[in-house]
């Protein structure tokens, strides 16, 4: 499964983006969908998380700001960010997991959020 991301760019700070992930097989509702992000000389950080039942979860540095959403129909999962702060700034990537399966990961979109 290949997962395609998009929607990243340049952003002045308090803007918006919205990110999409779409992957290549139907699996919306069989895999938790996430959307991690990282910055050089970090570890990858969870952002945000929807289950296969569409409970959705997010990190507390973007409770409030961002969105994680899916449309199943479209077998996209989202990402609305809204109040964008520097400290934003990093790639983002899609990642997909289930138990006893492989994880998958997005070839990541970079956000940079201008002061």
């Known amino acids: 499964v290949q997962l395609q991301a998009s929607g990243g760019g340049l952003v002045q700070a308090g803007g918006s983006l919205r990110l999409s992930c779409a992957p290549s097989a139907s699996i919306l509702l069989f895999y938790t969908m996430s959307w991690f992000r990282q910055t050089p000389g970090k570890q990858r950080e969870v952002v945000a998380t929807?289950?296969?039942?569409?409970?959705?979860n997010s990190a507390d540095s973007v409770k409030g700001r961002f969105t994680i959403s899916r449309d199943i129909a479209a077998n996209t999962v989202y990402l609305q960010m809204n109040n964008l702060k520097p400290e934003d700034t990093a790639v983002y990537y899609c990642h997909a997991f289930a138990s006893s399966r492989p994880p998958y990961w997005g070839q990541g979109t970079q956000v940079t959020v201008s002061s």
């Open positions: 929807i289950a296969p039942g569409g409970n959705a």
